[in-house]
C-alpha cells in the first residue's frame, strides 16, 4: 500500500476517509480503498450538516498536524466521507507529521 499523501510545490495533498458524529476527534489509522488507494481514517464529533463536519475536519487536523486553519483546504469530498485535504507548506516536513500518525 502506498502513502496517503502526495507531496504537492506547496503542501501536501491527504486522501481522508472521513467518518462524521463520532464519539471523539481522533486518526485511526488507514482505511483502504475498494481500488486498494489509502486514505486516512479520520473521526470527528461534529455531525453532517451544514458543512459543520468540514470545517471540524479542518480545525482538527490542523491543530493535530501544527498548521493554521487557513493553510488546511479542503479540496474534494465536500459532501461525502472520501476527501482529499491540502495541507499549505514545506511538503517534506508536513509529510513527517503525517506520517507519525501511522508509526
Known amino acids: 500500500m502506498t502513502t496517503p499523501w502526495e507531496p504537492r ?3 501536501l495533498a491527504v486522501r481522508i ?3 462524521p458524529g463520532a464519539k471523539a476527534d ?3 489509522g488507514l ?3 475498494a481500488d486498494g488507494a489509502p486514505a486516512l481514517k479520520v473521526r470527528v464529533r461534529a455531525p453532517a450538516r451544514d458543512g459543520r463536519a468540514n470545517a471540524a475536519l479542518a480545525t482538527f487536523l490542523a491543530k493535530r498536524w501544527g498548521v493554521k486553519k ?3 483546504t479542503l479540496t474534494s469530498g465536500h459532501t461525502g466521507r472520501d476527501k482529499t485535504v491540502h495541507l499549505r507548506g514545506d511538503p517534506g516536513e508536513l509529510a513527517a507529521r503525517v506520517a507519525a500518525e501511522l508509526a
Open 26 to 28: 481522533r486518526i485511526d
Open 31 to 33: 482505511h483502504a480503498h
Open 70 to 72: 487557513a493553510e488546511v
Open 17 to 19: 476517509r472521513a467518518q
Open 9 to 11: 510545490a506547496d503542501g
